[in-house]
């Protein structure tokens, strides 16, 4: 079938030095022997075969596409097209994929019956791949928590030191540097930790959330941006300007997330559509519109409405592609993307509906499945982390503006002892907050300040890592982290300063 979406003109395109993603290539390998297996039961040609394979738009689709094209312009049989194509490339196991398949061509093994295997062979392979590193995940998660933590500790504990003995600038400065880059170097860990999928498609028509995420976006952000810019201008304080930051970025972000939330539910509900409508076009040897209307739509999920619709555009007597494409692209998920097109090119092409279907839901339900682990590890992370952000912002702020008032108490004790006449300091020692000048104030200040930024940004980028999804995703933690960080900035100093009151 001619999927009009699903052409390679829509594809993103990569440069040809582009480097090659393992993790990405795992999962499109894995997808692309599942299709192959798929379509397989039709009992296609080997040519029909390749030429399906060749059209797919991941990144495995350029080692079969160079099989067909070795095929068909130098007169070799597949079976020594995979050979020549298979002892040439470096990438382990697609080199051993091509090779055993130039075996099985040779010596007349059954397609569908190697194909099958192989796909069932990478699945657990790729399964056990995700669970070693979601258990990597989960341990790395711990430590990121750890490593804020006592980088933040060592922040508070430098100021207090400032208190009690004389520091340099150069110690202000390397204490800060360490709880910075130990900070990134966390985010980044957990970031090349974690595994990497593409979960919303790319093609050209959206859900209404993913819609509206990008209308927000181009309205919101740089609205939000000019205003940010102009209380930067008018000195506003640093708290006022995160907070005004955080109510333009979190509109954005929440659309965002409960599309990521109906788009997992999708994922979850397609295997269990796939599997019913196969099974119901075998039992009575209808076609996928005629069998679809014998299905119980309160049984599909999420999927009820997008199944109705679908099925209402197929009983209209518009074009089957065209209906099964539009229903893809309205559920915004690129599994069900993948999924469904094994399913209805298997169908298409003449394959035994059950056993295609089978197929197609056993991918489907193998991807949920392991998404479902990954979030759970992320549900407890991403509280725990706001939690930690919070409580650390806040121990930073109020330590450091302790370490301010007592350094106005101080100042006001020297210069006066409350009847006008000054106090001679003759005596009192030039250490800690009594020997401080401006200038290490200001980059005390700074220093923390900084701190705070980086914490905002590496706790939002880090949440987003460990749950995964569309980019945008992005905005919603981040979002949560300005927010925290801007309402205790703004109003941390003022409750201290009223604390020390009675002092004065």
Known sequence: MNWKFWTKKNEPKKKANDAFDAQLSDIDFFSQLSYMAAIAISGISRSGLFYHAAKLPYIATRYFRRVDFVAKMFNRDYAQACRIIGEKIKEPSIKALLLRLSNALASGEDVVAFLDREAYIISESYSHSYERRIDLLRKWSDAYISLIL???????????????????????????????????FGAWFLYNTAPRETKNHSLPYQTSEQNLVKRLTKILLPIGGIFCIFLVIMGADLGLIMMAASAFLFPVGYVAMQDDKKVGKRDSDIAAFLRSLGGTMAAIGATATEAMG???????????????????????????????????????????????????????????????????????????????????????????????????????????????????????????????????????PSVGFFGQSSTEMNLLHFMIMLVIVVLTLANAFTVYAVSGGHTTKLIYYLAITVAISGVVIYFVPPLVDTMFLNFK
């Open 150 to 184: 006592t980088s933040a500790l060592v922040t508070v504990m430098s100021v207090v030191t400032m208190i009690i003995g004389n520091v340099s600038t150069a110690f202000i400065v390397s204490v800060t540097a360490l709880t910075i880059l130990v900070t990134i």
């Open 294 to 428: 014998r299905l119980d739509f309160r049984s599909l999920g999420i999927l009820t409405e997008d199944v109705k619709l679908l099925y209402t555009r197929l009983l209209a007597g518009i074009s089957p592609s065209l209906c099964w494409n539009r229903f893809v692209c309205e559920t915004g998920s690129e599994l069900v993307n993948r999924s469904v097109r094994m399913f209805w090119d298997g169908i298409s092409l003449g394959g035994e509906p059950q056993k295609v279907a089978n197929e197609a839901s056993s991918y489907a339900m193998k991807i949920s499945l392991l998404r479902a682990q990954r979030g759970q590890i992320a549900s407890g992370f991403t509280w725990l982390v706001i939690a930690m952000h919070a409580v650390l912002t806040v121990l930073s702020t109020f330590v450091y503006q302790i370490f301010v008032a007592f350094s106005k108490l101080v100042e006001s004790i020297a210069q006066s002892d409350g009847s006008g006449s000054a106090i001679s300091m003759t005596g009192i």
